[in-house]
């Protein structure tokens, strides 16, 4: 059975199966002063739900058409953790990415997520989308 952190990760990854993200309700999953780390240790975490907004939007002008398929979750405690396979097209060759990602998500007693990491090989998405390490880097650099 589901645990309400487990569900409330559901949710807020649902809202990313769009080509156009609906920020008011990513932001009301979001505690104020939350962090997301897109690639770790790659990127730097990025803090604040506005900021964490803001660089959603700075990804979804890459690629459209983003599915998420959670192969596993779990929790323990005030973390869950979710296996998937998510997949994007990018905007400016219209060829399909797939990453397989562990995504580590820390939520506070209203369920709302204030500590988000992703892990996942980001040599093989360079690779897929035809750029070198250096340039992979330079994508993912946040703000």
């Given at each position: 059975?589901?645990?309400?952190?487990?569900?409330?990760?559901?949710?807020?990854?649902?809202?990313?199966?769009?080509?156009?993200?609906?920020?008011?309700?990513?932001r009301?999953?979001?505690?104020?002063?939350?962090?997301?780390?897109?690639?770790?240790?790659?990127?730097?975490?990025?803090?604040?739900?506005d900021?964490?907004?803001?660089?959603?939007?700075?990804?979804?002008?890459?690629?459209?058409?983003?599915?998420?398929?959670?192969?596993?979750?779990?929790?323990?405690?005030?973390?869950?953790?979710?296996?998937?396979?998510?997949?994007?097209?990018?905007?400016?060759?219209?060829?399909?990415?797939?990453?397989?990602?562990?995504?580590?998500?820390?939520?506070d007693?209203?369920?709302?997520?204030?500590?988000?990491?992703?892990?996942?090989?980001?040599?093989?998405?360079?690779?897929?989308?035809?750029?070198?390490?250096?340039?992979?880097?330079?994508?993912?650099?946040?703000?």
């Amino acid at each position: 059975m589901a645990t309400a952190k487990e569900e409330a990760v559901r949710v807020f990854l649902a809202l990313m199966h769009t080509d156009k993200l609906d920020l008011v309700r990513i932001r009301a999953c979001l505690a104020e002063d939350a962090r997301y780390q897109p690639i770790v240790p790659l990127s730097a975490p990025v803090r604040g739900a506005d900021r964490i907004c803001a660089e959603l939007e700075r990804q979804y002008a890459l690629y459209k058409d983003c599915a998420c398929e959670i192969l596993n979750i779990a929790s323990a405690g005030k973390t869950v953790f979710t296996e998937r396979v998510d997949r994007v097209r990018q905007r400016s060759t219209n060829s399909e990415t797939i990453t397989h990602v562990a995504g580590l998500f820390d939520l506070d007693a209203d369920n709302r997520i204030v500590w988000w990491r992703e892990y996942w090989d980001a040599l093989d998405i360079a690779d897929q989308i035809g750029v070198s390490g250096d340039e992979m880097k330079a994508i993912m650099k946040t703000a």
